[in-house]
């Protein structure tokens, strides 16, 4: 995932060699599909990709917000402390929605033949073939780490902002500031108050981000290797058919 070494599940489904994907066709950019088994491959390869996409745009959410200082555009009519909170909401939301990624990915895994907007919690882990194939717990795994920020999450969703006491004072700071300088006064906090509290917010919040997706990782990782020796099943059983 992003720089890292391939894992062991992406050499084997993303780089498998039998990958309808190697022998797209570049002019009408169609990928052959000519049996089960590249219906299979092809299908895993890109349910994996999405997974693995997740994952960075989690990464890049938090190094988003790390810089988020630096990455203020230039004449931006939002204050230091939106743009700050808009990462934040970045990464409630991305770290969130990586589960989805994970149960699309069982179901092109299974060939369990459920529509991508009809993949559900329990639509996955109450199927036979996912509980047969000892696929539940890891889920259920993933989902509960990934639901950490839930509550933060819905408030995002649900009421279009995020409300965090921790976060009230560097908001307030700016905007009183932003509010001075818009009415033509001396803004009431200096710059060395600004960045006391906007760094110490930003860095709380990357500690706080870098565990939760280790944890979420670690999951996801041990949820990799019991869905390996399943592609490698499915696989043989798509190639006699």
Do not use: W
């Not at 770290?95 to 299974?110: A, G, M, N, Q």
């Not at 529509?115 to 890891?138: F, M, P, R, Y």
């Not at 300088?181 to 803004?187: H, K, L, M």
């Amino acid at each position: 995932m992003g720089d890292d070494e391939p894992l062991e599940i992406e050499r084997a489904i993303i780089l498998d060699e039998e990958n309808p994907l190697k022998n797209i066709d570049t002019r009408s950019n169609q990928v052959p599909i000519n049996s089960e088994l590249d219906k299979y491959i092809y299908g895993c390869s890109q349910a994996l990709s999405a997974i693995s996409s997740a994952v960075d745009k989690v990464k890049i959410s938090i190094i988003m917000l790390e810089n988020s200082r630096d990455l203020l555009p230039k004449d931006s009519p939002y204050n230091e402390a939106e743009h700050i909170e808009y990462a934040i909401e970045n990464y409630f939301i991305r770290s969130s929605c990586l589960y989805d990624r994970c149960l699309i990915f069982t179901v092109k895994l299974l060939d369990l033949g459920v529509a991508n907007e009809s993949v559900t919690h329990n639509v996955v882990v109450t199927n036979e073939h996912v509980k047969n194939n000892g696929l539940c717990k890891a889920l259920k795994r993933i989902s509960k780490a990934c639901k950490e920020f839930s509550t933060e999450r819905n408030k995002i969703i649900h009421h279009g902002s995020y409300n965090d006491e921790s976060f009230l004072t560097v908001s307030a700071v700016h905007k009183a500031n932003q509010l001075s300088v818009s009415n033509g006064a001396e803004p009431p906090f200096g710059q060395d108050v600004i960045d006391h509290f906007t760094n110490k917010a930003i860095e709380e919040k990357k500690v706080n981000f870098n565990a939760h997706l280790d944890k979420i990782q670690g999951e996801v990782h041990g949820f990799f290797i019991k869905a390996l020796p399943v592609y490698i099943s499915m696989k043989e059983i798509r190639r006699r058919m």
